[in-house]
């Protein structure tokens, strides 16, 4: 069972930047991709960035610019380098991977809390 954990988040004031990791344990088989997600109150979760097992990525509109992910496939890690941050990127941050056995599976992380704030 792959067990997704996210670490990095916080509270930052806005214009600051935050590195969020999130690291894959239980791989037996490779992920393809991976990315992070976001969920803000009375919001729906939204896609920030996806990366692929050979390195493209994906980015939404709000994250061109100022957000990168980035992989590690020997650590079974991903990255969100987070810059220039905005009140409204305050949000709880999940990480998600993909692995395709006999079937697609998908692992979601537990989440970790990112508030932009003054």
């Known amino acids: 069972q792959v067990v997704l954990v996210e670490s990095g988040g916080g509270e930052v004031q806005p214009g600051a930047s935050l590195s969020l990791s999130c690291v894959a344990s239980g791989v037996r088989y490779s992920l393809g991709t991976m990315g992070w997600y976001r969920q803000a109150p009375g919001k729906e979760r939204e896609l920030v960035a996806q990366i692929t097992s050979d390195g493209s990525t994906n980015y939404a509109d709000s994250a061109k610019g100022r957000f990168t992910i980035s992989r590690d496939n020997a650590k079974n890690t991903i990255y969100l380098q987070m810059n220039s941050l905005r009140r409204e990127d305050t949000a709880v941050y999940y990480c998600?991977?993909?692995?395709?056995?006999?079937?697609?599976?998908?692992?979601w992380g537990q989440g970790t809390q990112v508030t932009v704030s003054s």
């Open positions: 998600n991977a993909e692995q395709q056995l006999s079937f697609l599976y998908e692992y």
